[in-house]
Structure formats: C-alpha cells, structure tokens
C-alpha cells in the first residue's frame, strides 16, 4: 500500500529557533509536495520537488530518493510560521497521497 | 487570475438532502479534483478529472458523483447527504501533463449534515 508518514505530529518552538519536519514514503515516487494550511482553513502550495533541494526565503525543502524520505526546514522561526505542513506524494501518476500533517506552533 | 474558487464556503444539510458543491478554475488546468479532509486523516481524494468528459473515482467515492463538462468547471454531487459526510471538501487543479506542476487549492466548503 502506497503510504505518507510525517513526523511528529505537533511541534511547539520558540520564536526564532531551526525547525525541521520530516515525510517518509513507503515506494518510488514521481514528485512530493510541501503545503502549508493555516489557521483559517486555506492550503497553498510551498514546494515541488523530486530531487535534490529548494529553497525559498526562509524555507528549505531537500528529498533524498535512496531513503525515500523528504524534511521541511524553517530557519529562524516566527508565530506567523504557526501553520499544519503537510506532505503529499505523487506516486507515479497525477493523483496525490497525502500524509496527516504536522501542527507547527511557534511561541513569541 | 482567480485560480481555484468554490462555493458555498459552509453549508447545513439534513439527512437524506442532495446538493452540489461548485468548483471552478481559470488557469485552463487539465487535471482537477476533490477531496475531503477529517479531523486526525489526511486529505483523500473522492473523484478526479484529467480533462473535460473524463473522470474517474478516487478513495473513497462513495455517495459522491462527479462531472467535467468544461475545462474550467468540476461540480461535485452530494446524491443524498449522510451525517458521514460531514466534512472540509477542497476542490485543486494543476497541469500535470505540462510536467509536474503546482497543486492549486480552493478555499474549501465546510459541510454539516445533520
């Protein structure tokens, strides 16, 4: 069964520290997604990956094939980080696979 | 662009109603779906569409229909409501046959069915 584990579930930080979130995934994939939900329900799109590593401002996205296995690091946390990050993969077709999701709370 | 939009953003049913959930996209995207978020699961995918006239199901179908007769629309269809239902429904499109792309979400539609 093609599966999405994310881990931990929740995850409470002080303002300013490194966070990293972590997606396995049980068989090859064709493409991974980082979705960040906020408090008010919307989900919007962070990365696309399936290799190597992106990066945009102060988040980095890396995915490492071998190990089927992708993190999500925030750098410099701040409360408007406070979000659930959600991974999602595409395993070699359109349709997506979604894992539970991380609830990030990042205290000021 | 308004990208993905769906309508009713909430709505109450009773047991045994029917409605349907409204999803549009201007972004002439190939590929749309629906999926339905409970509390402790992740998102699953209840019916998709790589085009207009195709579409098939997803995880969990049931009690759901689905059309595509325009690119740009993707209705989904509550046949007779069930308090199982109850729900957060997110309609997306993307563009997968241009190479993978970005997933574009809708606001959602909060369903209650009593």
């Known amino acids: 069964k093609n599966e999405v584990e994310q881990s931990p579930q929740n995850l409470t930080a002080q303002e300013g520290e490194f966070i990293t979130i972590n997606c396995s995934y049980s068989?090859?994939?064709?493409?991974l997604h980082w979705l960040q939900q906020h408090p008010g329900g919307g989900i919007v799109s962070l990365f696309m990956?399936?290799?190597g590593k992106k990066k945009h401002g102060r988040l980095i996205a890396t995915i490492n094939i071998q190990e089927k296995h992708s993190s999500l690091h925030i750098t410099a946390s701040h409360p408007r980080d406070s979000a659930v990050y959600i991974c999602?993969?595409?395993?070699?077709?359109?349709?997506?696979?979604f894992g539970t999701g991380t609830r990030l709370t990042i205290i000021p | 662009n308004a990208g993905v939009t769906q309508t009713p953003k909430f709505q109450v049913l009773k047991t045994g109603q029917s409605m349907t959930l409204q999803c549009a996209q201007d972004?002439?995207?190939?590929?749309m779906s629906w999926y339905r978020q409970d509390p402790g699961m992740g998102l699953r995918l209840i019916h998709y569409?790589?085009?207009?006239?195709?579409?098939d199901q997803g995880e969990v179908p049931n009690g759901y229909n689905v059309s595509r007769s325009t690119t740009e629309d993707f209705p989904l269809r509550l046949l007779s409501a069930a308090p199982s239902q109850t729900s957060v429904y997110f309609c997306?499109?993307?563009?997968?046959?241009?190479?993978?792309?970005?997933?574009?979400f809708g606001p959602g539609t909060r369903l209650l069915v009593l």
């Open positions: 997306a499109s993307s563009s997968p046959f241009r190479g993978l792309e970005t997933q574009y």
């Open positions: 068989v090859g994939i064709s493409a």
């Open positions: 990956l399936s290799s």
């Open positions: 999602a993969v595409n395993f070699g077709n359109e349709k997506l696979t």
């Open positions: 972004m002439n995207h190939e590929y």
């Open positions: 569409s790589v085009g207009a006239g195709i579409t």
